[in-house]
């Protein structure tokens, strides 16, 4: 949370207050522990019309009264950082160093009103999603001990004698092991969109239809919902590969991946859907994996037995479902 602080908003997490923290981690607590009857009604519950959304969030219950004060903290903290780079800005401080700066700052910027108001959703989304996707990033390599040597060894050859100046993008093992990390356990397996009109969307290979049919296109119309069912199409073996379900990070460098047309912003991987955007996280699991393997080497606990659950991300958990991945520092190098 404190480098995604940072990040976003150019502090410490401990300038936030005490209360907000507390209930953004209270949110988080709550995003990780759904049940799949949780996640089945607040699938049915996303349908219903917007008026009845905004009125079920005044609800009593435990999740809607964390969700109440959380976007409270949220608003009051994003105004008040508004307002700080705002004057600042107006003394001819440097104040684009992050985010919210650069935002405020930018030749069309955004207004401040937008800006606050996606305070909370940056802070929710920034956190576990990077958190658990680099918790499956070290299991696996706990389990791939020989690729976890080589990944070492270019990690030490690209610090070199200047640990400030990391060549990040130029580290092919690494990139491949953050893609192969990417693709086969998306932080959003499914999303959901709606058709803001009537499209004919064309099909790269044609599908049987429940009557037999096969179609190469399918007419959707206004207002219709899209599941995109992102983890399947990462797993989908004339994509990827006859081995398109197992690990295997030199996918990315022996040509097995083919280029194809572009279909997301990184690596044709569906992760951050598609359009111009980036994500912070990909840079932060850069910057971790090459400090965390760099000085340390991994191997499975005795009492590993990792699972793969959907709570509102997809998240490693043990047997009885709870968040946790068991692994050991083998050694300290």
């Excluded at 409270?72 to 008040?80: I, L, M, P, S, T």
């Excluded at 919210?100 to 401040?112: D, F, H, M, Q, R």
């Excluded at 658990?132 to 080589?150: M, V």
């Excluded at 912003?265 to 359009?275: I, K």
Aim: charged content about 20%.
């Amino acid at each position: 949370m404190d480098i995604w602080c940072l990040f976003v908003f150019g502090c410490p997490v401990e300038d936030l207050g005490a209360d907000f923290v507390e209930h953004n981690t209270r949110i988080m607590h709550f995003t990780s522990s759904r049940s799949a009857s949780q996640i089945l009604f607040d699938a049915i519950g996303a349908r219903l019309p917007v008026w009845l959304l905004k009125q079920a969030g005044h609800l009593p219950t435990k999740i809607f009264t964390a969700l109440r004060a959380q976007l409270y903290f949220a608003d009051r903290e994003g105004w008040r950082l508004v307002r700080a780079k705002t004057e600042a800005a107006e003394l001819g401080l440097e104040t684009d160093g992050d985010l919210y700066g650069v935002l405020l700052n930018a030749e069309k910027p955004l207004p401040a009103v937008d800006i606050v108001g996606q305070t909370s959703l940056i802070m929710v989304a920034g956190q576990d999603t990077t958190a658990n996707t680099l918790a499956f990033a070290l299991i696996e390599l706990a389990r791939n001990p020989q690729f976890q040597d080589h990944l070492r060894a270019e990690i030490h050859a690209a610090v070199g004698t200047d640990p400030t100046n990391i060549p990040y993008e130029s580290m092919p093992l690494l990139n491949a092991f953050i893609k192969e990390t990417l693709r086969l356990y998306p932080a959003e397996p499914a999303s959901d969109r709606i058709a803001l009109e009537d499209v004919v969307l064309p099909l790269s290979e044609s599908v049987a239809t429940t009557a037999g049919e096969r179609i190469k296109q399918i007419h959707i119309q206004k207002g219709e919902t899209v599941t995109l069912a992102i983890a399947s199409y990462q797993r989908t073996a004339s994509r990827w590969g006859a081995d398109a379900d197992v690990f295997r990070p030199t996918r990315w460098l022996d040509g097995t991946v083919s280029q194809g047309e572009a279909v997301g912003p990184y690596a044709n991987l569906l992760s951050f859907l598609g359009g111009p955007r980036a994500c912070l996280g990909v840079f932060e699991m850069q910057v971790f994996l090459c400090e965390l393997v760099g000085k340390f080497s991994f191997a499975l606990a005795a009492e590993h037995a990792a699972q793969v659950k959907l709570a509102t991300t997809l998240m490693p958990t043990n047997a009885r479902g709870e968040k946790c991945a068991f692994l050991c520092v083998k050694e300290v190098l």
